[in-house]
């Protein structure tokens, strides 16, 4: 699969390039700490900003006083709602309650695989152009910052490492990616790396736990 982007800036040409690359991948699925189990279902927005000065992924900061990944960085989504038609609905909704994103301002340009969180969610990623310069506002209920971080960071393997964590007295290996100051890692890296491998984008995570 060719992994060669279109022109920085290029809003018409990303949207193509981007449905046409997920259209043709395989979708994977992948989980915390190794674990595979079904659980309830979820979905997280992707929001791809493809800027003049280089294309960028919009990223939350989780609130601290939330019960489940508090201060985390994290895609906006969350769990899927009995009138939400499919995945990019529940995405789409979500991504307005949390950063004032508007529906009419993201183009969806398609789904990974699924991602079984430890916290007992099916998450499906849903991949949306955004148009630059959208206003966005965060829900401090909910977020505490909202970030835009360098999609040539996020979406090269090689920048990956695997390590050691241990959450619910579970002990695991996990994804981390540093970008500048902020690290991402669990679900966000795992679900980033998968969009990575879906675009064909070279190279491999490390694995710091051996050795």
């Known amino acids: ?8 800036g290029d809003f018409s040409g990303w949207g193509d390039w981007l449905q046409q690359q997920l ?15 079904a659980g309830r279902a979820a979905a997280v927005l992707v929001p791809v900003v493809p800027y003049p000065q280089g294309t960028r992924i919009i ?28 995945p990019a609905a529940t995405a789409l909704r979500e991504a307005r309650e949390e950063i004032g994103l508007s ?14 969180t430890i916290t007992g969610f ?6 949306g152009l955004v148009q ?4 966005l506002k965060p829900e401090p209920g909910e977020v505490a910052t909202i970030l835009e971080l360098p999609w040539s960071t996020l979406l090269d393997p090689a920048r990956y490492e695997l390590r050691w964590v241990e959450r619910r007295g579970l002990r695991g290996k996990s994804l981390f990616v540093e970008c500048g100051e902020i690290t991402v890692w669990g679900a ?12 064909g984008m070279p190279g491999q995570p490390r694995d710091v736990t051996t050795g």
């Open 1 to 8: 699969m060719n992994a060669q982007t279109p022109a920085a």
């Open 23 to 37: 259209a043709g991948a395989e979708r994977q699925t992948l989980g915390d700490l190794s674990r595979q189990n």
């Open 59 to 86: 990223l939350t900061e989780r609130a601290a006083h939330l019960r489940h990944h508090a201060g985390q960085i994290s895609f906006p989504g969350g769990r899927t709602d009995p009138h939400d038609l499919n």
């Open 103 to 116: 529906p009419e301002n993201v183009t969806v340009v398609g789904e990974l695989g699924h991602y079984h």
């Open 122 to 127: 099916t998450v499906t990623p849903v991949v």
């Open 132 to 135: 630059p310069g959208m206003t």
């Open 188 to 199: 966000t890296a795992g679900m980033l790396l998968m969009l990575a491998r879906a675009l």
